[in-house]
């Protein structure tokens, strides 16, 4: 199994510019989320899908959409990216049943908005 | 609201030594606690988990964790550090009773084991 893969790895956009980061596992889980890390600040939600076709806002949504279209994909998107946005993005994912599962992370996508 | 600190942002031990990196939790019911880990351009990796019954829990890598509820602690452990246990680690908890489906992540310690 490869577990929990995000695409792409890096990425350089200016400001105002568009992109899609693309999450998918194949562990067949219900539950999956969008995180992004910044220095001393730990991991902070951005949105999340209790299943497909369903997504909530996090703790910071503002200027990101996301999409579940498949049960296995994730899809954040940056409509007009900003400096602020510049972070490393987590994907990760959990089985549905308890609130006590553990999450399963990608690997990061490091990107930066100049 | 839920909420955790980690009171330390850099911890150093010697290799052989006990390692301790501190965790403490705010939640408004019972808690669920993690413990994850992160090596350098990773991914968080699953150490450990408090869920209910012993308070001492045992994960991966011969890491443990102690729960006190009355200090609202969940401290992380290991008797005897590993130079390759030099990482970045996330303590994180869930309210049980709460409505909110996500975790609460700390700032993350940065330990450093010394050779």
């Known amino acids: 199994n490869a577990g929990v893969t995000q695409t792409p790895k890096f990425r350089v956009l200016k400001t105002g510019q568009s992109m899609t980061l693309l999450c998918a596992q194949d562990?067949?889980?219900?539950?999956m989320y969008w995180y992004r890390q910044d220095p001393g600040m730990g991991l902070r939600l951005i949105h999340y899908s209790v299943g497909e076709g369903t997504t909530a806002k996090g703790e910071v949504p503002d200027g990101y959409n996301v999409s579940r279209l498949k049960k296995q994909n994730f899809l954040l998107g940056l409509e007009s990216a900003a400096p602020s946005q510049t972070s490393v993005y987590f994907c990760a994912s959990s089985y549905v049943s308890g609130s006590y599962n553990e999450q399963f992370f990608g690997p990061g996508t490091r990107l930066t908005v100049l | 609201a839920q909420s955790v600190a980690q009171p330390e942002d850099q911890v150093n031990v010697a290799e052989g030594n006990p390692l301790t990196v501190k965790c403490t939790y705010s939640?408004?019911?019972?808690?669920?606690l993690f413990w994850y880990v992160q090596y350098p351009n990773r991914g968080l990796q699953f150490l450990l988990k408090y869920i209910t019954g012993d308070n001492l829990v045992k994960g991966s890598y011969g890491f443990e964790a102690e729960f006190n509820k009355s200090q609202t602690s969940f401290h992380l452990k290991k008797p005897s550090a590993l130079v390759s246990d030099s990482a970045l680690y996330f303590c994180a908890v869930r309210d049980r009773s709460g409505s909110a489906r996500q975790l609460t992540f700390g700032s993350g310690t940065q330990l450093t084991v010394l050779p």
């Open positions: 939640v408004s019911g019972n808690p669920y």
């Open positions: 562990m067949n889980h219900e539950y």
